[in-house]
């Protein structure tokens, strides 16, 4: 059974900062490419970052500079560390790993967890 639980979120102020982890099990977590994504309330899921099995990272504009993908496969966690947040950055925020494999594509994603940020 494949889950993914993430944990780290909560509450903090304009200009804190947060690290999320997602620790996968049931998966051969070193050969998946992990993301994490994000929804505001009535906005749709968009991407934050991913990081590949190699280890290269891809990060949205809106985020770039001030949030940070990571992995430790020997833990079998991703992590995205946050700092400055905005206020705009509030959204659940949910962790995915995907594997392709030729035609087939396995996607999992973890229950999320809510970032606010407010004073």
């Known amino acids: 059974q494949v889950q993914l639980v993430e944990s780290g979120g909560g509450l903090v102020q304009p200009g804190g900062s947060l690290r999320l982890s997602c620790a996968a099990s049931g998966i051969l977590f070193s050969i998946h490419n992990l993301g994490w994504y994000r929804q505001a309330p009535g906005k749709e899921r968009e991407l934050v970052a991913t990081i590949t099995s190699g280890g290269s990272t891809n990060t949205a504009d809106s985020v770039k500079g001030r949030f940070t993908i990571s992995r430790d496969n020997a833990k079998n966690t991703v992590y995205l560390q946050m700092n400055s947040l905005k206020p705009e950055d509030t959204a659940v925020y949910y962790c995915?790993?995907?594997?392709?494999?030729?035609?087939?594509?396995?996607?999992?994603w973890g229950q999320g967890t809510q970032v606010t940020v407010s004073s």
């Open positions: 995915n790993a995907q594997l392709r494999i030729a035609d087939l594509e396995y996607a999992y």
